[in-house]
């Protein structure tokens, strides 16, 4: 497994990264959670209960893209690590392919109308597969962080460190536990506000924003990777 020594670095960027692309995609595609995919089945229910809502054809693919980003991604690392290989790298380059697919789809489709159009859809199954290549690179290769797509458990975990912080419990696990979640959390919601504005000024192409986060981290995991010994 792939351990970046900057931890710091890799939880906020991609914390920032899971909080623009969910942001953009909500306000762009009506409603659509890219990161927070299970988000989709609340706005689901709301549909199904008032018919005048827009077409929620797009949330029901968006689960399945999401599995099919996660199962490749596993397939994938699996098949690299059969080789011995450092898989972490493909793994974000996948993920920087389909977001880049995701903003080329998003502005070939604009403007985006009433209607669900099929590049609306196109674009937003690519940014909903992204996301499920991110969570599982996360789960699988980054797990030594925290989580940086879902914000509720780290917010949990704040929350019980500080308690026992203000009993006199706490311990020099506890600081870098804070420490270690507190920074993915602050980055997700400055990347969501960032995205509102960005989208709302630039359209989809604010979608390069990410792709120089995701570009900058994936030269620094090259940099500090390992050298693979001479066959």
């Given at each position: 497994?792939?351990?970046?020594?900057?931890?710091?670095?890799?939880?906020?960027?991609?914390?920032?990264?899971?909080?623009?692309?969910?942001?953009?995609?909500?306000?762009?595609?009506?409603g659509?959670?890219?990161?927070?995919?299970?988000?989709?089945?609340?706005?689901?229910?709301?549909?199904?209960?008032?018919?005048?809502?827009?077409?929620?054809?797009?949330?029901?693919?968006?689960?399945?893209?999401?599995?099919?980003?996660?199962?490749?991604?596993?397939?994938?690392?699996?098949a690299?690590?059969?080789?011995?290989?450092?898989?972490?790298?493909?793994?974000?380059?996948?993920?920087?392919?389909?977001?880049?697919?995701?903003?080329?789809?998003?502005?070939?489709?604009?403007?985006?109308?009433?209607?669900?159009?099929?590049?609306?859809?196109?674009?937003?199954?690519?940014?909903?597969?992204?996301m499920?290549?991110?969570?599982?690179?996360?789960?699988?290769?980054?797990?030594?962080?925290?989580?940086?797509?879902?914000?509720?458990?780290?917010?949990?975990?704040?929350?019980?460190?500080?308690?026992?912080?203000?009993?006199?419990?706490?311990?020099?696990?506890?600081?870098?536990?804070?420490?270690?979640?507190?920074?993915p959390?602050?980055?997700?919601?400055?990347?969501?506000?960032?995205?509102?504005?960005?989208?709302?000024?630039?359209?989809?192409?604010?979608?390069?924003?990410?792709?120089?986060?995701?570009?900058?981290?994936?030269?620094?995991?090259?940099?500090?990777?390992?050298?693979?010994?001479?066959?």
């Amino acid at each position: 497994m792939d351990l970046p020594p900057h931890s710091r670095l890799f939880g906020a960027s991609l914390g920032f990264l899971a909080g623009y692309v969910d942001t953009l995609g909500f306000i762009a595609l009506f409603g659509l959670f890219t990161a927070h995919v299970t988000g989709n089945f609340v706005l689901i229910g709301a549909a199904l209960a008032d018919p005048s809502r827009v077409s929620i054809l797009l949330k029901f693919l968006a689960f399945p893209a999401f599995v099919i980003g996660v199962a490749v991604t596993r397939l994938m690392v699996l098949a690299i690590d059969r080789r011995g290989g450092a898989s972490l790298v493909p793994a974000l380059v996948l993920q920087w392919a389909l977001l880049a697919a995701f903003m080329v789809v998003g502005c070939l489709a604009e403007p985006i109308g009433k209607d669900v159009s099929d590049m609306a859809m196109i674009a937003g199954l690519l940014g909903t597969a992204a996301m499920g290549v991110h969570s599982a690179t996360s789960r699988l290769l980054l797990a030594h962080l925290a989580p940086t797509s879902m914000m509720t458990g780290n917010v949990t975990q704040i929350v019980l460190d500080t308690v026992d912080v203000l009993r006199g419990a706490a311990d020099a696990t506890t600081t870098a536990r804070c420490v270690k979640t507190l920074w993915p959390l602050v980055a997700f919601a400055v990347g969501a506000i960032a995205a509102a504005f960005a989208y709302l000024s630039f359209g989809f192409v604010a979608l390069a924003v990410p792709l120089i986060v995701l570009g900058v981290v994936i030269l620094v995991q090259r940099s500090v990777r390992p050298a693979l010994p001479a066959a």
